[in-house]
C-alpha cells in the first residue's frame, strides 16, 4: 500500500516536475524574443526620429512647395513621416 501511494506521488511530482521546465523553457525563449523585438523597435524608432529631423529641415527652406510631381511626392512623403510620427507617439 505504502509503495502505490510513493510510487503516484512520484509519479505526480515527476508530471508536475516536466510541465514547470516545459513553462520555464518557454519563457525562456519568449523573453529572447521580446528582446530582439525591442531591439528592433528601438532601431526603427531611431531611424523615423532621424527621418522625421532630416523631412523637418528640408521642410524649411520650401524646396519642394511646387505642384510638380516633386511636390506630390514631397507631401506624400510628409503623410507617411506624420503616420509614424503617430505611431511613435503612442
Given amino acids: 500500500m505504502i509503495v502505490g501511494i510513493i510510487a503516484i506521488v512520484l509519479w505526480v511530482a515527476t508530471v508536475i516536475g516536466y510541465i514547470i521546465w516545459n513553462l520555464n523553457s518557454k ?13 528592433i523597435i528601438d532601431s526603427v524608432s531611431a531611424i523615423v526620429e532621424e527621418s522625421n529631423r532630416q523631412l523637418s ?3 524649411l527652406t ?3 512647395k511646387s505642384d510638380d510631381q516633386i511636390g506630390f511626392f514631397f507631401r506624400n512623403l510628409q503623410n507617411i513621416q506624420d503616420s509614424l510620427n503617430h505611431y511613435l507617439r503612442s
Fill in 62 to 64: 520650401d524646396a519642394f
Fill in 27 to 39: 519563457v525562456a525563449k519568449l523573453e529572447q524574443i521580446a528582446a530582439k523585438q525591442k531591439i
Fill in 57 to 59: 529641415q528640408v521642410e
